[in-house]
């Protein structure tokens, strides 16, 4: 798929399904990433990849992070909470990781490592892979933040739940940009 292309029909796929991406497309989506715009290319982020026993201990953590939260949580809605991890057979944690710079403020930083995280569900759709971008109040508990083993400093910008589309993909149409361009 030409770039041009990719940018023009990224959807985000919510049913998701094996199997996950493999490592070259993995690589390929890394690579993209890591091409963000970038102050002072301070590469101010990381990724976690959750497969099989890593969706499961972080769906552990968001059911800790809920009973801390509502210790009288229904175990129907525990259960539900504990099958958000499991609904894609992989989930990249995009993680901004701020440095100290004297001229890019943090929120430069979280800028380009939410383009990173862009660039990554671009490379991801133009590879055929299903891919989609969720935050929640999950991303911002400490729960889940200490137990994903971020410094005080970093941030969960998003979850990006990755695997086949299963099912059709959601059909666009043309959106009219104009309204949102003015020549000044
Ligand atoms: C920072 C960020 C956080 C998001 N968090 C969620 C989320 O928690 N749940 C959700 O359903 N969509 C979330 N979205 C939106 C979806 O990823 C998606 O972009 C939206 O549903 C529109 O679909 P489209 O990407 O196919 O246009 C988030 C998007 C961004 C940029």
Known sequence: MDALT????????????????????????????????????LRPWRFLVLRESGRERLAELFVQASLLDEPDLAPQKVDKIRSKPLRAPMIIVGICSPKDHP?????????????????????????????????????????VTHGLGLEKQESILGFVYLGTPDGPIRPLTQEDFTPYIQDW
């Open 103 to 143: 001229k890019v403020p943090v929120f430069e930083q979280q800028l380009a490592a939410g383009a990173a995280i862009d660039n990554l569900l671009i490379a991801a759709h133009a590879q055929h892979i299903g891919a989609m971008w969720r935050t929640g109040p999950m991303a911002s508990h400490a729960t």
């Open 6 to 41: 990719a940018l023009h029909s990224r959807v985000s796929v919510s049913r998701l399904t094996d199997p996950a991406p493999d490592q070259q497309a993995l690589d390929n989506m890394f690579r993209a990433a890591m091409r963000a715009p970038d102050h002072g290319l």
